[in-house]
């Protein structure tokens, strides 16, 4: 069968565009605990959903997508607000050596969150991607696959420089992450349609909060604890 270029890009820019959200959380979830296991984690996620939705094609459109996005929501949103008390903590720790900190989110939960966003963000696709298969099954794939290929590349190519970040400001970049899919799921579920796009301000914002959270009730903390007996 001829390639379909209208095809091709549109699964192209799907798989690219969920992918890369997917990417954004994976490298930051990385950075965050230092586990290769993550891109496992969100790998697995993402397979989860692609393989039934290329054997089965329009019945993964049946799936429910208000429980499915209620679900990952709700998790991202747990392991968010920990990970702001966790960056306040850390805040903490550098402002005065002798502050032990609490327990950190467990790399469990990191991981389960890695799986959530990869097989949230692959349904999302997929539900593009069932309306393409009966059009071109072969143009549809090849735009799956270079897709897929673009985001792995890229990907691999900036773990590197993610690891040079600091501990803490991976915390409020990760926080921040987890805080704006929560939200973005969230708010879907009333408006379908909303654009992926909101993502961008809603991360600058909650990134602003959970940095203000963090040095602001560090600052307090530390006032307290100075104030003479």
């Known amino acids: 069968m001829a390639i379909d270029l209208g095809v091709f890009l549109a699964a192209l820019g799907i798989t690219t ?14 950075g965050q605990s230092r586990r290769h296991a993550v891109f496992g984690y969100v790998t697995l996620g993402v397979l989860v959903i692609i393989i039934p939705t290329l054997v089965l094609g329009r019945a993964i459109a049946f799936l429910p997508t208000v429980a499915i996005r209620t679900i990952g929501g709700v998790l991202l949103l747990y392991f968010g607000l920990r990970l702001t008390r966790s960056a306040r903590r850390s805040v903490l720790r550098s402002r005065q050596g002798k502050l032990g900190g609490g ?3 467990s790399e469990k939960g990191l991981l389960s969150t890695g799986f959530s966003v990869g097989a949230i963000e692959a349904f999302e696709a997929s539900i593009v991607l069932v309306g393409l298969l009966p059009d071109n099954y072969a143009s549809t794939i ?6 897929a290929v673009t985001v792995v590349v890229a990907t691999y190519i900036l773990r590197g420089q993610v690891r040079k970040v600091k501990q803490t400001n991976m915390k409020v970049i990760v926080s921040a992450l987890l805080l ?3 939200t973005f799921w969230f708010t879907e579920i009333f408006l379908p349609d909303l654009d992926d796009l909101i993502l961008i301000p809603l991360f600058v914002a909650f990134a602003f909060i959970v940095h203000w959270v963090a040095n602001r009730s560090a600052s307090i903390v530390l006032a307290e604890l100075e104030k003479p007996k």
């Open 142 to 147: 090849f735009g799956l696959v270079t897709g």
């Open 180 to 182: 704006s899919f929560s």
């Open 17 to 30: 565009l969920e992918l890369v959200e997917v990417a954004a959380v994976a490298l930051a979830l990385y």
């Open 103 to 105: 327990p950190e989110p």
